[in-house]
């Protein structure tokens, strides 16, 4: 390819909207371009990098016996009301109406429409188990789409989606995807962590989440230092503290605290560490009552170490609070403590509520907490002594670093991350809801097992970028670099040499198979340095008139400090070498 005859359109400045570095840098290296909100058009240098991503999802998926299909992006609602996710997606759904106001949805994925299609073809057990993969647009109406292509509202993402007869079959096409899944993002050529996750709004029980490596990521990864533990933030376990809980030593004291409505400023003030105080979190659920007719409402009170942060996803699978919850308004919680938020515990309620302890606090004795009275706290409290056992104990927690590792090898550590891949099973969640089922061996019905495995195709270059950059713009990985080499020849519209020398080293890499650049623009060289280092190929070539007299060209990689000068007789075998190392 010579550069003269592509659309290359760097920039000096980001955009004022560019907040993280793979928006301004991919801005810059002209690979995207804003169109709306969200929405951007993929110009021929970005393209090229998400064609080699596809690619290579797409030979890893067809090796691991995946089939493609292409599904529709508009898809009629009456399916996505077969779940009930037509009205439980909310507004990141986008639906819209035809001209015979029947409605439909823009497909944010295709769980519906490829059940749709296993409920009318894979009627006998003979057709199982299938895979049924797609590489397509996706649209979620995120209510703030930001970071260029780490959070749009347009996307592209494969989606994946296999059928098998019982749990134990499904649960083997899932371990081969999340295989597949290992083998795809060691050819991208990335750092990346395969991580235990829970499986959200798609359901599910088997969830992992694949995160690439990254200081910028909005994901926290916890993983044990001394073994192959690894789980994102929401699912990662806190273990209960060795027991038994301590014998009580204090008296429990209403103490004055004026003006000290946090955990922490109780603290200061008292001199004690955070560790000994405990918050206050009051829920509330909303339930039809027996008439059918009125909600009844009950009032939960969560009670964390002060220095611990609740885990809504932990807080969601709580007994009595699985279906759904709430934070209290203020007059529920005036009416049940009898005073305003602050100065919140679980000792003298007005009414009573039910009160959930996370692992910790059961087992803290001599804790501080609010007194429900403005301007006081208690301290020395204590379970069984002061007010009674908790009616529940759960994890509600996020771990934190130093914790000790589930798998009782170790400590955790905790990193960011990037998810960019997501394999879930499913298991009957779809198929019951729509009726797909298979006849068995003896001729009854069976509901079909199933699984989803998605990576997003556009996230990934950008979660790339945000792994591998520095002051001067991106490094690209070879495999899906938009060009693995740039040749840089200074000065060719004036030396035929160096005109002929550029010429002959292209062709011959193409001809080998490589994915090479030549940069005829006629640019000064630094412009010229400074685009390719902008676009971050990590192979570049420099030829010049004086260094071809000397029988030498200049090569460099996008990561070396400095160039090494090689034989030009010799480069080709040498950049051949080092392409395939």
Known sequence: MKASQFLISTLKEAPADAEVVSHRLMTRAGMIKKLGAGIYTYMPMGLRVIRKVEAIVREEMNRAGAVECTMPVVQPAELWQETGRFGKMGPELLRIKDRHDRDFVVQPTSEEVVTDIARQELRSYRQLPKNLYQIQTKFRDERRPRFGLMRGREFIMKDAYSFDRDPAAAQASYASMAQAYRRIFDRFGLRYRAVAADSGAIGGDLSEEFQVIAATGEDAIVYCTESDYAANLEKAEALAPAGPRPAPSQAMTRTPTPGKSTCADVADLLGIPLRHTVKSIVLATDRTDASGQGTQVQVWLLLLRGDHDMNEVKVGKVPGLEAGFRFATVPEIADHFGTRPGYLGPVGLKRPVKIVADRE?????????????????????????????????????????GDLSPDGKGRLAIERGIEVGHVFYLGTKYSRAMEATFLDESGKPQYLEMGCYGIGITRLPAAA????????????????????????????????EVREAAQKLHDELQAAGVDVMLDDRGERPGAMFADWELIGVPHRVVLSDRGLKEGQVEYQHRRDAAATRVSAAEVRAFLLERLSA
Do not use: K, Y
Not at 364 to 392: F, I, K, Q, S
Not at 468 to 492: K, S
């Open 465 to 496: 970028v945000e792994q591998n950059h520095d002051e001067r713009g991106m490094i690209w990985p070879d495999a899906i670099a938009p060009f693995t080499v740039v040749l840089c020849p200074i000065g060719m519209d004036r030396s035929a």
């Open 361 to 401: 606090v059961s087992l803290m004795a001599d804790w501080v907490c609010g007194a429900n009275e403005e301007d006081m706290h208690l301290t020395g409290v204590n379970w069984g002594r002061d007010l009674p056992e908790p009616d529940l104990v759960a994890d509600l927690r996020n771990v934190v670093e």
